[in-house]
């Protein structure tokens, strides 16, 4: 049986936690991510100097990959001689204005993200992801 292996990324974020760079990686591994989770706080206290406005901890897995799919690599099946014809219809695109409020709709935050931009620092926990945010104040 292998033991699971958590990591915790320490990244810097901006104030509305859209766009983040990695800071660093915390050395301590952990074996479930609720382990990993309950020290994050502590380990955000040492990011507060860091130079962004909110310090976001993320508690995964590292990605797994397969060793048989490393391994072996297929050879690419030749194509057939005839190619079938496909008639496709021409795609009807909807006009300007419903482009235009499509654009600035997407553009605005909904009212949960100004919730959690302007509210307490988020916190999030599942069974095999978990991130803890907090604001910088000086």
Same mark, same amino acid.
């Given at each position: 049986?292998?033991? *699971?292996?958590?990591l915790?990324?320490? !990244?810097?974020?901006?104030? &509305?936690?859209t766009?983040?760079?990695?800071?660093a990686?915390a050395?301590p591994?952990?074996? @479930? $991510?609720?382990l990993?989770d309950?020290? =994050? *706080?502590?380990? !955000? *206290?040492?990011?507060?100097?860091? %130079?962004?406005?909110?310090? #976001? &901890?993320?508690?995964q897995k590292?990605a797994?990959?397969?060793?048989q799919? @490393?391994?072996? #690599?297929?050879?690419?099946? =030749? !194509?057939?001689?005839?190619?079938?014809q $496909? @008639?496709a219809?021409?795609?009807?695109?909807?006009?300007i204005?419903?482009?235009a409020?499509?654009l600035?709709s997407?553009?605005?935050?909904? !009212? +949960? %993200?100004?919730?959690?931009?302007i %509210?307490?620092?988020?916190?999030?926990? =599942?069974a095999?992801?978990?991130?803890?945010a907090?604001?910088?104040? +000086?």
């Amino acid at each position: 049986m292998q033991t *699971a292996l958590i990591l915790m990324t320490i !990244l810097g974020c901006d104030d &509305a936690v859209t766009q983040c760079n990695y800071i660093a990686t915390a050395s301590p591994r952990y074996t @479930t $991510v609720a382990l990993c989770d309950a020290a =994050s *706080a502590g380990q !955000l *206290a040492r990011f507060t100097d860091a %130079g962004y406005p909110s310090v #976001v &901890a993320v508690c995964q897995k590292p990605a797994e990959t397969d060793p048989q799919q @490393t391994a072996s #690599v297929e050879k690419p099946q =030749s !194509l057939p001689e005839t190619v079938p014809q $496909v @008639t496709a219809e021409p795609e009807t695109q909807p006009g300007i204005a419903a482009r235009a409020v499509t654009l600035i709709s997407d553009a605005l935050p909904t !009212l +949960d %993200g100004i919730r959690t931009a302007i %509210g307490k620092p988020s916190h999030y926990a =599942s069974a095999s992801y978990s991130w803890l945010a907090r604001k910088i104040t +000086d």
